[in-house]
């Protein structure tokens, strides 16, 4: 059967992206569960739920591990199992499939999945600094290159080999940008032009400040349960019917190419293979845009286009809202922001809304069928999802 | 049925424990993991080895997170889904229960679970200041207080409600030491004295130096699979027959009692009921022992003796070596070492090597039901496993 149901989303939040000045983790993430279980009256918040699977990346930011019970007891499900994954940017994406893990193990009927991350009471050369732990400590880190210019890396290989354009990459800004501009809980809510992106700040060239996702707060959270006890919660679950998940080298120098992620691809193609569909089948998706390359290979990788058209993609209008394809109508890690641990369940969240009919003014009319895209650092980690609604 | 298998252990392997200079947490965990395939020649690493769950506790003993794929590369896994679990103290534990998770869920057939830190290479006072992120930052961290001192707030309570005795916990030490000096995988190899033990420097009153457990490297880990295919690698799997989990309040404050781990009796329980055991069906157990208190807590909370009478316990020899029932056989945290990520699988280790009759000079003679019990920081976490022989 095409997109026979892993496990079913009853219910879903998200807190507010932005600067949450004097918020710790555990009221940011109460804030993102609150909604979910405001939006679901049947389950009870107490009672109902089993586990917590959590993606949290570092424990640097707020000087706080543990974080799996600590975000359970302010969200009130103590004494249940309670278990931060920390897979860099993609924690939450991995959370995500740690949760259908736990469904379909027979343990646990209820659990919620999630993520959070407070960054903005640090100063960008900290965020910097921890935000690195997540690249090679012996051949990355200790020679002093972040992770902008791991992906300037890429974004160069990318324009020698396929003649991608900067242009190109501040479209895919451009695009989310404005995506942004319709989503009220994006950090960001302004337009911008390519002109202005290409006159940005250089970062690590060819990217420039345009190019790069934004330093977030927030948390994410969706209900997840057996596709057979969806309907006891909410008339209209959506359903996760692929996972993939993979894994490659964490440094870049034991790449043989450094124009795709190998994990992403791998990823994807399992999820597709496990939902019995092609990338032609998609409505809608988000993606992991922490640079404007990422999403450009990213179009790639999921085989919306052949190798080397990503460029194309964005600059024809494809990946806009209204367009064949719309990619990140969230505003993506770009716009809408990116608190890493976040990251993963906030695209589920979107794709949730989207295919529930929620997305407001930025709704791709009719959307059946999403996937969610989440990497984690250079792409070591690679998590995909395909999601149909009921 | 009592004691169905969930899943079995096909094999296991541990690093050398102690201080591994100029060794990172991957090249740590390789060492495990080789020793792993080494006793299970049937098993291929490249081709049968579909995922990776690991308990890694500190990015920033090393500088390096996103530890999943990191260590999957150097164990020869890519590109596998590779995933790092943080539960403080109890991580690999907990790495170890979503392994079972991903087995139950039937997307997984075998995977790795385990456990790796690197801690020896980093002075006390930043190996303190690491640890101190499991507790409560707002509560707990910002007014000086380190798990030494959460744990002698739990030893007063103890003394005060029960009479319990510096030296009952003096005596915890002085077993755990000369079990340690009957594996040659030990940190410590040294045997002591209560004498010794109780005029040992104070850290936190009444907990002396030989009332903690050991800053230490080292890596763990457990090949499990689903218990119909594990005769195909091995002719002696160990079954695991229960698994609980469980959360508290991060921070001590929020509690009802100190002499207990709430946590920790939840997880038992829940253990004990999926194994249809009770305490007294025990024949060995490896307990979390990160302070001489927290063993004779753990014996309460497990059911070995009434609340209160965990001190006379290991006064009474009950849990020596050739006692009633072994406990720490492998010296536990206090001489085998604590690091930290590695200690949940650790634990299950030296179950496997006791109920598979490997355990050589501290063999448990005719040991058919083993228990592992590990705690994540002050008791927010735990993780409570059950194993039988084949």
């Known amino acids: 059967m095409v997109g026979k149901p892993l ?20 009221e940011i993430f109460a804030e993102a569960v609150k909604e979910a279980f405001e939006k679901c009256p049947n389950l009870d918040p107490v009672k109902d739920i089993e586990a917590l699977f959590v993606g949290h990346m570092g424990e640097a930011y707020e000087h706080q591990g543990h974080t799996g019970p600590t975000l359970a007891d302010w969200a009130g499900m103590l004494p249940k199992p309670a278990v931060r994954i920390e897979s860099a940017c993609a924690s939450s994406g991995i959370a995500l499939r740690t949760g259908i893990l736990a469904i379909l193990s027979g343990l646990h009927k209820i659990v919620i999945v999630g993520g959070v991350e407070k960054m903005t009471h640090r100063t960008t050369a900290e965020v910097t600094e921890f935000l690195a732990m997540a690249s ?9 290159i972040t992770f902008p210019g791991l992906y300037a890396l890429m974004a160069t290989a990318h324009m020698h080999e396929y003649g991608t354009t900067e242009e190109q990459m501040a479209q895919v800004a451009v695009k989310n940008h404005h995506n942004g501009t319709l989503n009220p809980k994006a950090h960001m809510q302004k337009e911008i032009t390519v002109e202005k992106a290409m006159a940005s700040k250089v970062v690590a060239w060819p990217l420039k400040l345009y190019d790069c996702s934004l330093i977030t707060d927030g948390a994410s959270c969706l209900i997840l349960t057996h596709p057979d006890l969806a309907k006891k919660f909410t008339d209209s679950p959506v359903h996760i019917i692929g996972s993939g998940q993979a894994s490659d080298t964490i440094g870049l120098y034991e790449r043989e190419k450094l124009t795709t992620l190998r994990a992403a691809r791998l990823a994807g193609q399992e999820a597709y293979k496990m939902a019995g569909l092609e990338p032609k089948d998609l409505d809608v998706a988000e993606i992991h845009d922490c640079f404007t390359i990422a999403e450009i290979i990213a179009y790639e990788d999921l085989g ?11 600059e024809e209008g494809t990946t806009e809202l209204g367009g064949n394809i ?4 969230s505003g993506g890690l770009k716009s809408k922001g990116h608190p890493v641990g976040a990251t993963g369940t906030a695209q589920a969240y979107e794709i949730y809304l989207q295919l529930t009919e929620q997305a407001e003014e930025r709704q791709v ?19 995909v999802h395909i999601y149909r609604r009921e």
């Open 7 to 26: 496990v079913s989303i009853v219910s879903a939040g998200l807190s507010k992206f932005g600067r949450l000045d004097g918020m710790y983790c555990r």
């Open 365 to 383: 009319k009719g959307a059946e069928i999403g996937l969610s895209h989440n990497v984690g650092g250079s792409g070591a980690t690679a998590g």
């Open 304 to 314: 919306l286009c052949s190798s080397g058209k990503g460029g194309s993609l964005v």
């Open 136 to 144: 090679d400590l012996p051949f990355e880190q200790w020679h002093g």
């Open 326 to 329: 719309p990619i990140n109508p």
